[in-house]
């Protein structure tokens, strides 16, 4: 373990990242301050819980099983909507792609239905499926989605046209032009599909907590941890939420980097 | 067509009869090609020189098969690729193109670039596939790049690369267009050694389209100096220095005199090309 931790605190990278995060933890503690030391706020900024009474508004809360489900609870719903999101809208948008037939027909709809925002349908499913469960799901799915589908039919189009010339002088038939060319020279733009689809899928699910009441799961989730954090007056409370989704959005992203590195070795910088 | 059989039974003769090309992508005609005709024998390397945006690249397309002719025909050892029965040749691994920007797939190292072709054609096991194109890289002095991919290594070995890639497959014609383009001149001098070298090795015929008129004395067998849009054959140019060549031919009396006899029917062209395009802006 203390290997562990020498090696990474051995990296630049890390050390500039914890060096700026206690940067920025001790600016915040000063502006929470500013009021009580110089008897000026700076723009409201004094009425700020200081990082100190932030964590122990997460001592408080961290024992609690509610917490933590809320944890499972919105973790479990951003992933399922994106992975859904991912198996729907990557084949739809390859087909939109590759077949002006397919395009012909699906692409207006889908261009109808884009622009609407997620958030906006949240009324409807609540009316339009049976549990709130699923519509929190439905919506999350909404919004990983469209960013997929968009990323992948753009990225395909967007192939070199001499990497497909070379590919059929070469003698490649359809198959292979599929799977060797347009598939992983879609790759890169699937993967940008997946980082944003993925930012999408928190902002929707958290927005669906607070709407919905946390549906039926045992801890209602992030979103809702805000909103009754909110109900109930914690500002540290609610900062101890904002700061638990920072994290978990940090944590889906970072996870979708490595997938990426591990499926595009060609691609160095991501 | 008289086949040309010499001792090594060359292949790859192309005969270009009275190509027109006409794009009519908005309704306006553009004539890009016009009754344009040449002949290129068996194991010939024939460089076509003209000025910018003048339908050079629409002639190579056509014979590769990605584009069709409006009229005329193109025939590849006495057979018809395109005419007037049929206006766009098939694509074939007989005609293989290096293109003008590098189209070595990037998700691909440079060995699996080169095992593309046999192995979609199934003239080989992937496995050999693999082997024979590390073998015939390393022969292009790639032997420790099999496993990079192309965004690893330099434009100059990317490009060495794609014409191994195109000669696994044995074609009859090499079609390249402006391969070295964007490339120093230090760097240039190795590829057209490394061309000259591959081409005494394995006779192939090459159509090279350049701008750059002493690269075209340096390699080629004949010039051809076409006009400015629409294309047409204005002048061809025989180099009758004898191969191997080095890159000392380079400084000879005789090269002087036909880059001069060329420059000054480029010089022409480009000049109506500039006026053409002087019009055109105003």
Redesign the interface.
């Known amino acids: 373990m203390m290997n562990y931790l020498q090696a990474l605190f051995s990296n630049t990278t890390t050390r500039r990242g914890f060096g700026a995060i206690i940067i920025f933890l001790f600016i915040w503690h000063i502006g929470s301050q500013l009021d009580e030391w110089t008897g000026y706020d700076l723009l409201g900024i004094g009425l700020v819980p200081p990082p100190v009474d932030v964590f122990t508004a997460f001592l408080g809360v961290m024992p609690k099983t509610g917490y933590w489900m809320s944890w499972v609870a919105s973790f479990s719903r951003v992933i399922t909507g994106f992975l859904v999101a991912m198996l729907v809208g990557i084949p739809f948008g390859l087909l939109l792609a590759v077949n002006r037939y397919f395009r012909g027909v699906f692409f207006p709809p889908f261009e109808i239905l884009r622009p609407i925002p997620p958030l906006a349908w949240v009324p409807a499913s609540l009316i339009f499926w049976p549990t709130n469960e699923m519509s929190i799901a439905f919506v999350t799915f909404l919004g990983a989605f469209f960013t997929i589908v968009i990323n992948v039919l753009g990225g395909a189009r967007n192939i ?1 046209i ?2 497909l ?9 359809q198959f ?1 032009l599929f799977w ?2 347009v598939l ?2 879609t ?1 890169p733009s699937i993967f940008t599909g997946a980082a944003v689809g993925m930012g999408i899928t928190w902002e929707v699910v958290l927005a669906a907590e607070m709407i919905s009441g946390g549906g039926t799961q045992g801890g209602g989730g992030l979103g809702f941890f805000i909103w009754s954090s909110y109900m109930g007056g914690s500002l540290e409370q609610i900062i101890v939420g904002m700061i638990s989704i920072g994290i978990a959005g940090y944590l889906s992203s970072s996870a979708i980097r490595k997938i990426g590195f591990h499926f ?5 910088l991501f | 067509m008289a086949k040309n059989t010499s001792k090594t039974e060359k292949k790859g003769a192309l005969s270009i009869k009275n190509v027109t090309k006409i794009y009519d992508p908005t309704g306006v005609n553009v004539m890009a090609v016009d009754n344009c005709s040449m002949e290129i024998a068996a194991g010939e390397v024939c460089m076509i020189v003209g000025p910018s945006g003048c339908g050079k690249t629409t002639l190579l397309n056509a014979i590769a098969g990605f584009h069709s002719i409006t009229e005329g025909s193109i025939h590849l050892d006495g057979e018809l690729l395109c005419g007037p029965e049929r206006p766009k040749a098939e694509q074939s691994a007989e005609r293989m193109v290096v293109f003008q920007h590098g189209a070595l797939f990037p998700w691909k190292t440079l060995q699996e670039n080169v095992a593309y072709g046999p192995t979609v054609q199934k003239a080989l096991s992937p496995s050999q596939a693999m082997e024979k194109g590390g073998q015939m890289l390393a022969e292009a002095g790639l032997g420790n790049f099999i496993k990079k991919f192309p965004g690893e290594v330099s434009s100059g070995m990317a490009r060495r690369a794609e014409i191994v890639r195109a000669l696994i497959n044995n074609p009859k014609v090499l079609l390249l267009d402006e391969p070295y383009r964007a490339m120093d001149a230090l760097t240039k001098q190795i590829m057209h050694e490394s061309l000259l070298e591959t081409y005494d090795r394995t006779g192939v015929t090459i159509f090279f389209i350049t701008h750059d008129l002493e690269e075209a004395i340096f390699l080629g067998d004949k010039v051809h100096i076409v006009t400015t849009r629409p294309c047409q054959l204005k002048k061809t140019v025989e180099v009758k220095i004898p191969r191997p060549r080095s890159y000392e031919t380079q400084s000879s009396e005789k090269f002087r005199k036909l880059l001069v006899e060329v420059n000054d029917a480029v010089h022409e062209e480009a000049v109506k090309a500039f006026k053409a395009g002087e019009r055109e802006m105003a």
């Open positions: 070199d001499s990497y010339r070379a590919a059929q002088s070469m003698g490649a038939s292979d060797k060319i992983p020279g790759l595009m070795p060609w691609r160095r």
